[in-house]
């Protein structure tokens, strides 16, 4: 019984971790992470769906072999049939797997048109790729561009919710159900630009300006990684997007456009009263 209650205390307190940070990976984690704008809704809608489908599919195909295995083996058959067609089972196992795709390209172009086509945006940034560091730039808030690199090991702080490999120092900021729209480029090589709350996964290329769109619906701090190898330190060019509310956006966007250190000591202090909340109301 002690184990049992330990075991359920245990995985409450994952749960809550969980809840208070979305956008953060969890060790030993299985699944999606959770989806919090359109895009990723949908894309996680159809990984359901085909999941459902390639269950079934795996379900028949062991149960036929089982049946043809012990209804036709050697004991149980051993008169074998030389019939060598059957023009119904051939309609059906042609017939079938191409409804079956049809099935899936529906909901699939439907996607793919959701995450291609961009909608009216609110705020435009442009996401530059160095090695091995993001560069953002708000021409429409006359915000020009900043650096965000990888916070060093040595230089953590964990209370004030930093992250190993994830935190940066200058992180993205925008705010929360408002449609952006971003345009991704590359300085020198070929890097990737990836966010798996936001469902988007888009190249960097140089010389080449991609465009993508994502609208957070929830508030948080979410953080993402280049996918894309490009060189010695692949691993260490984290992204970081902070979703805030749009007065507290604005607030940053005006500071920032001044001073960049002063946005960032701002939104550092409102994600501070965030955290101090939160574990108030525990």
Known sequence: MRFLTALLVFWTGLAAIAAAQVGVPTPDAIGIREAVTPVMESVVEFHSLVMYIISAIVILVTALLIYVMIRY??????????????????????AVPVLILVVIAIPSF??????????????????????????????????????????????IDAEAGQYRLLSTDYPMVVPVDATVRLNVTAADVIHAWAMPNFGVKIDAIPGRLNETWFRAEQ??????????????????????????????????AATAAEDIDAGRTMITEYQAGVRETRMASR
């Open 73 to 94: 083996n050697r004991r149980s058959n051993p008169t074998p049939s030389k019939n060598s067609h059957n023009t119904l089972i051939e309609i059906i196992w042609t």
């Open 110 to 155: 439907r996607l793919l048109y959701l995450q291609d086509v961009v909608p009216e945006a609110d705020l435009t940034i442009k996401a530059t790729g160095y090695q091995w560091y993001w560069g953002y730039e708000y021409a429409d808030l006359d915000i020009g561009e900043f650096y965000a690199n990888m916070i060093p090991d040595e230089d």
């Open 219 to 252: 508030a948080g701090v979410y953080y993402g990684q280049c996918s894309e190898i490009c060189g010695l330190r692949h691993a260490y060019m984290p992204i970081e997007i902070h979703v805030v509310p749009q007065d507290v956006f604005d607030a940053w």
